[in-house]
Nanobody, 118 residues
Framework: VHLVESGGGLVAAGGSLRLSCAAS????????TQWHRQAAGKNTELVAQ????????NYADFVKGRFTISRGEEPNTVVLQMNNLRPEDTAKYYC????????????WGRGTQVTVSS
């Protein structure tokens, strides 16, 4: 599975960005797609995820009500709509595909940088 993220950039606090993750390869094996982020000097944290089977969505508490994960219009695409961005949302955002019947493996994209100015 190959993942390519796009849509990052610089935005002022309170603004919005839309990240997109395009998957290719053995996409049939993906059971969940996640967005993770890593701020400078900090650990990676899970932001949101969506199930491939029933589109169940889960969010980290720190993005609930502001971010929305969904299927994109293009096939094998997952979108993260980010509204009301805060400076603490500044991080590199990664798309992650969980594959296998038991979710035994994961594939990561290269990431896209999101910078929110105060």
């Amino acid at each position: 599975v190959h993942l390519v993220e796009s849509g990052g950039g610089l935005v002022a606090a309170g603004g919005s960005l839309r990240l997109s993750c395009a998957a290719s390869g053995s996409t049939y094996s993906i059971i969940r797609t996640q967005w993770h982020r890593q701020a400078a000097g900090k650990n990676t944290e899970l932001v949101a995820q969506i199930s491939s089977t029933d589109n169940t969505r889960n969010y980290a508490d720190f993005v609930k009500g502001r971010f929305t994960i969904s299927r994109g219009e293009e096939p094998n695409t997952v979108v993260l709509q980010m509204n009301n961005l805060r400076p603490e949302d500044t991080a590199k955002y990664y798309c992650v595909a969980i594959v296998g019947s038991s979710g035994d493996y994961d594939y990561w994209g290269r990431g896209t940088q999101v910078t929110v100015s105060s």
